[in-house]
């Protein structure tokens, strides 16, 4: 997809993020595929509006489209390398569930990183 970022995946082969941008208008898909690319090229140093911090090592790309406020959880692995999680339509916070869903993903990508690593 994007230098420096991978794509989280389960052992069954399912993508958490791909499934749900592809149920996303075109036009949102797009706005996340900009978003992506700008958080492959200042990975860290992407800071507000563009993303914010969660908790626990989960981070949140923020993107917004006729009103409403989209998410892609992710999170950081070794040296750059951004790990998207999966995304959602954002209420007021991101609820506190979706967030234990990034950080129980990240645990099990930490233990077997290959397993775990979508390939295009």
Excluded at 8 to 24: A, N, S, T
Excluded at 35 to 57: A, M, T
């Amino acid at each position: 997809m994007v230098k420096n970022i991978k794509i989280y995946q389960e052992k069954d082969g399912y993508v958490p993020l791909l499934d749900w941008m592809d149920k996303l208008p075109v036009k949102v898909q797009d706005k996340c595929i900009e978003k992506i690319e700008r958080l492959s090229v200042y990975g860290n140093q992407l800071r507000r509006p563009h993303c914010d911090y969660l908790e626990e090592g989960i981070w949140e790309l923020r993107i917004q489209h006729q009103r409403v406020n989209y998410r892609i959880l992710y999170f950081f692995h070794g040296n750059q390398v951004v790990i998207l999680s999966h995304g959602l339509k954002k209420t007021k916070t991101v609820p506190k569930k979706e967030i234990k869903k990034a950080i129980e993903r990240r645990d099990r990508y930490i233990q077997d990183p290959k397993s775990h690593t979508y390939k295009e």
